[in-house]
Every structure is written in C-alpha cells, then in structure tokens.
C-alpha cells in the first residue's frame, strides 16, 4: 500500500474513533442553516426519561412569545403571546395539566408578549410575576397590571444576577442592565437557566445594545440553546452575541407571513455562519424540548391543530 494511503487510512480511522467517543452524532453544518427536519428527537445518547426532567416548550402563538417551562412539579410561564392568541395559549397550558406557576415573566410591555396575561394572571395560580421596571400607555399593558391588583400581588423588579430555583433547575436574570432605554425592547427580562449540565437563555426583545451589556457583565453567557432576540429581528442575535453565547441550537417564535419579515436574512445569516441549527416555529408548530440535564431532545409537533392561522 502506499505511503499517501496509509496516511489518508489513519486519519479516517482517528475521525471514526473521534465520533465514538464524543457520544454524539456530528452533523454536517458547514453550507447552510441546518435543517430542523434533520434533527427531531435529538442527537447523542437516549433520554433518562425515568430520571429528573426538564420541559421547555416553545409555544406557537403566531407572531409573538410564549413559553412554559416544567421541571418536576414547578412550573413558568415566560411571556404570555397576543390578545388574539390567548385561546391557543390557554388550552395548550391545560392540556400539559398546568394549574399553577412559580414564576411568570413578562419580558416587556409589547401586545405580542403580554396580550394575554392579564388573562392568564386570572386564569391561573400565581407565586412571583417578574416584570421590568417600565410602563407603557397602551389597553393592553393596562389590562395587566389591573389583573396583577386583582390578585393583591405586587411586581417584582428583576435584579441582574439574582437567582431563582425551579425545582431541581434555576435561572439567573442577565439583564435589563440599564435603567433607561430609548425603546422598550432593551428593558426585556432575559434570563439564563441552568439545569444540571445544560443552560438555556431566554431574551425577549432584547437587541444589540442590551446584549453589549449582558457579555460586558458576565464571564459566562454559554448556553445549549438560545431563544432567539425579536422574532429574528436584524437588531438583535449579533454576531458578538451569538459567539459569546456558543449555542447547539436556536428557537425562533414568530409567525407565517409576518408583516415584518421576520425571522430577516441578516440573522438567518449570522447563524448560518456559527452553524447553528434553527428551529421556527412558523414551520414546525410549538416545539417542545426536554432534557436530563445532559442529553437534550426535541419532539417537534409535525402537526399542530390548534395552531393559529395568518
């Protein structure tokens, strides 16, 4: 055999080895944004379902945020879609047998993100509602925090590296950092939860200004998964950003057709270039994840429905 052969034959057999020890399927990611079809029900080891679990399920409520998150018996709500959503969001958070929450975050004030907490406030138990303190003139910010007094409760203000417990996980709030901005989305709670080996960061609106300021104030922003700033907003998930938080896998809420172009060729872009596999929701429905705290898995709904129609 030649010497250019044997030398090519080690190298494909180091690869070999290389793939069997690292425990995961390595995907070809090197052209474009991988597709989600390519990944359902994840790569690596099988799930310790007998084991501690935690849920996040990426609610598709259109062309807005919602997102419930169950570890054990504990359950949040992280932003609670629009007004015309509030149906779906209701049913679907019934159907998983959800009662109660420890926590719900409102990100910021915008219709797509608390149109339907006010109802949701009343609907369901609450421990602790999380929201920035900011206020908007609008029906549906009113809406809220009417529904807030009506429960004698009181908001909390996040407070940046204040940390919660979620049963057997917890979060970290990573900003807002400032106490004035010029629009509201830089005032979004973003959040980055730990759970046993894995994390999960949550930004809301949040764009690039708030993003500067969450790596200048921490050391470690890593994440498996991110959920991706503004619907995939050209102003948020900057290239900066994307590589201080190194993430496996990016979610995208927004909805079909929108009106604002979302998720823009600019982000799609940025994560094609780190090779970052996407999930939107505008093409799988509501996509829900678990994880042991070392595998992570995702069950993308092929059908979905109760899934809102643009």
Do not use: C, W
């Not at 006010?118 to 206020?135: A, C, M, R, W």
């Not at 996407?278 to 979905?304: A, H, M, P, W």
């Amino acid at each position: 055999m030649k010497k250019k052969n044997v030398v090519s034959l080690i190298i494909v057999v180091l690869i070999g080895i290389g793939i069997v020890f690292s425990g995961k399927m390595i995907v070809d990611k090197s052209s474009e944004v991988v597709n989600a079809n390519d990944l359902e029900n994840e790569i690596g080891t099988t799930l310790d379902e007998n084991g501690d679990i935690l849920e996040i399920h990426y609610i598709d409520v259109g062309q807005g945020d919602a997102t419930l998150i169950v570890q054990g018996e504990h359950a949040m709500l992280i932003d609670a879609g629009t007004n015309d959503s509030y149906l779906t969001l209701e049913k679907y958070l019934k159907e998983q047998g959800i009662s109660k929450f420890d926590y719900i975050i409102g990100t910021h004030p915008h219709e797509d993100h608390i149109g339907g907490m006010d109802k949701i406030i009343k609907s369901f138990d609450e421990d602790k509602i999380l929201f920035p303190k900011i206020t908007s003139t609008t029906k549906t910010f009113e809406n809220f925090v009417n529904a807030v007094k009506s429960k004698n409760k009181k908001l909390t203000t996040p407070v940046v590296h204040d940390k919660y417990a979620l049963g057997n996980a917890s979060f970290e709030i990573l900003a807002p950092n400032s106490e004035k901005y010029e629009g509201l989305n830089n005032y979004s709670i973003v959040i980055r939860i730990t759970f046993e080996n894995t994390n999960y960061i949550f930004t809301g609106d949040a764009e690039k200004e708030s993003e500067d300021e969450i790596i200048k104030n921490n050391s470690d922003i890593s994440a498996d998964v991110l959920k991706v700033g503004h619907h995939g907003s050209k102003t948020s998930s900057s290239a900066k950003f994307l590589t201080a938080v190194n993430p496996k896998y990016a979610i995208i809420s927004l909805g079909k057709n929108n009106s604002y172009g979302h998720p823009h060729k600019q982000v799609m872009d940025r994560l094609s270039v780190a090779n970052i596999p996407v999930y939107r929701t505008d093409e799988k429905g509501t996509i829900v994840l678990k994880s042991d705290g070392d595998v992570i898995q995702f069950n993308v709904k092929k059908e979905n429905k109760d899934r809102l129609k643009e």
